[in-house]
């Protein structure tokens, strides 16, 4: 469950919801109805084991979230998966309601699911033979492969699906890896340094400084400050 703000919405809630239905209930604290909703839908939500994430936007602090949705009267409450509204409801609903509305947007496992929960490259193999683009065994396979230093393998697993940020971050490392990953802050800072002299006219050197921005977290702040570099250096 997260408190979210109009600034937060499109990361907490939109980008979220590419991969995890999102519940944002609409709320505020002179609302005695949302009082008695609030409860029911937290427990429903943790019943999921994180299947389905809780959103919850506080309409008076928030008023471009409110206008979103056009909310004429609180509790409401919206399920978000894809970006699109799957479904909704007004009001303080009975538990049975609520409890039903939530566990239909909770996917049900496959047994690709259950295989690749396992972690093992022997399970994930399979669970890839199951469902050949499967998210969560083909990031978890790709990992494996950076780790043993199977750099090619690594980037032609993650060729099966779509980018997301966890297949850019491999792919970053396998790029890396195959001419030398840094091994201190201090490395990076350098080749950075090295690559952001070349980067406007050479295409290699730009891959490999977009790579080493990826491969930091992204709370990192010499990913900050490098990502305004190289912004400065091409539109400069």
Known sequence: MLDVTDETF???VLKRSATTPVVIDLWAPWCGPCKTLGPILEEAIDKTDGKVFLAKVNVDENPKV???FQVQSIPAVFAIYE???VDSFLGAVPKAQVEAFV???APTKSEADLLAELGDEASLRKALELEGDHRGAIVALG???IDSARYQEALDIIAKIPDTPETIQIGAKARLGMTGLPNSEAETTLRLDTLLEKVKDDEACKQEFLDLLATLASED???ALYRKKLSNKLFA
Do not use: R, Y
Request: without cysteine; negative net charge.
């Open 83 to 85: 970006s699109k509204v």
């Open 66 to 68: 409110s206008e979103t």
């Open 103 to 105: 566990n239909k947007l």
């Open 221 to 223: 702040p010499l990913g």
């Open 10 to 12: 499109d990361q907490e």
């Open 143 to 145: 990992n494996i492969f």
